[in-house]
């Protein structure tokens, strides 16, 4: 049976539909795709999928364009570099790294590697929603663990739930959507609770916007959790979405199980050249962390003024409290050419609003105001 490929965004959907449909529909991936902001003009302001509105730094850029001379090859020399680069960035062997199309890819390869009919994964609830996705896919069951209070992933809960048939515990911190963290203290009770025969998922898209200095990578207590595995992407601060890479660092085992299940050459050329030049280039992170944090600041103060509630957040997006429910007023945005949300069914009178340029976030604002006034 050939499975449908999901795309990241058309998870939100499919989040609604059955599996049964999903399997049976063969139009499936049109359907979805027709969700999709297909038709919304190109000046639309995009604050819907936690992009960065800088987007690659001129270095990529310039590596891009030159990657007409090497389009023609597959690209193993720059799977090669790119590895060997990252495992000196972490400090870790190249047979530790594994590169994905997207860090989705690894997402979905350790629900393939860890997961089977029987087995269950534990997630946070809201969390990102492409592992929970794709365990449906590989008919695992998913336990969701509701967020404290404070819209934090509940560790203790999170390890409680773990049995002997819990195959991967996902652990997105910083959360998407809730932009909360969980501190390097209560991660690492955390990998002590959870059961060593599961695979303990940290997903660290958002890692580099984390500026308190009480949250830590735990890409670095790899040589203590034998089950331990990190995802990161160059999506996010990087701002290469569009070109599709992220990576997986693990213990070489649980790599070579992971690698098991992704394509190969499953990294194209031009945004293996684009990765490179990013990581050689030493201001990317530190630039785009100073704008759109100071943004973000800019934003929730506000926010602050107007009386509205918000969750403070380490990430490029905010969650902010409408105190009703957000899929008319995604709709009332876009009607304004901007797009903002998706809807988290567990969270539906919150609204997600990805960070962008200041004038773009002043003209979420305004129509903040018009849309739902304090
Ligand atoms: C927490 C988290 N993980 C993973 C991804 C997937 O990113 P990509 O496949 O572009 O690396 C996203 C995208 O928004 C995300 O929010």
């Not at 901007?338 to 009178?349: E, N, T």
């Amino acid at each position: 049976m050939i499975l449908p490929s999901l795309s990241r965004r058309q998870f939100g959907d499919l989040a609604a539909k059955s599996l049964a449909l999903a399997l049976a529909a063969p139009a499936l991936a049109g359907e979805a795709a027709a969700s999709l902001p297909l038709g919304v003009p190109d000046d639309a302001i995009q604050l819907n999928a936690n992009e960065n509105p800088y987007g690659p730094c001129p270095r990529a850029l310039a590596a891009i364009s030159r990657a007409e001379t090497i389009a023609s090859r597959y690209p193993e020399a720059a799977i090669e570099r790119v590895t060997a680069t990252l495992a000196r960035l972490h400090a870790v062997g190249r047979e530790q790294i594994a590169l994905g199309c997207g860090s989705t890819e690894i997402l979905r390869a350790a629900d393939a590697a860890f997961l089977a009919p029987g087995k269950n994964v534990v997630v946070a609830e809201p969390t990102f929603e492409a592992v929970a996705g794709f365990a449906r896919v590989f008919r695992a069951e998913t336990r969701k663990i509701p967020v404290t209070r404070d819209f934090r992933s509940d560790l203790r809960a999170m390890a409680a739930a773990c049995d002997a048939n819990t195959g991967l515990v996902y652990l997105c911190n910083p959360n998407n959507p809730t932009g909360t963290i969980n501190t390097g203290a209560e991660v690492a009770a955390f990998l002590h609770a959870v059961p060593k025969h599961a695979v303990v998922l940290v997903d660290e898209a958002y890692f580099h916007f984390v500026e308190t200095p009480d949250y830590a990578s735990v890409i670095p207590w790899l040589p203590r959790f034998p089950n331990l595995l990190i995802a990161r992407t160059f999506s996010k601060v990087y701002g290469l979405a569009g070109m599709r890479l992220g990576y997986g660092v693990a213990q070489p085992d649980l790599i070579r199980a992971l690698r098991a299940q992704l394509l190969w050459d499953n990294t194209n050329a031009a945004v293996l050249a684009a990765a490179q030049a990013s990581l050689e280039d030493p201001d990317v992170v530190p630039r785009n962390r100073r704008l759109l944090n100071g943004t973000r600041d800019w934003l929730c103060a506000e926010l602050h003024r107007e009386g509205r509630r918000y969750i403070p957040s380490h990430t490029n997006f905010v969650m902010i409290s409408l105190d009703r429910d957000v899929a008319p007023i995604i709709g009332q945005f876009r009607a304004r050419n901007i797009l903002v949300g998706r809807k988290f069914p567990s969270l539906p009178d919150w609204l997600r609003v990805s960070i962008g340029t200041r004038p773009q976030m002043q003209a979420f604002l305004t129509a903040l105001r018009q849309i739902a006034p304090a």
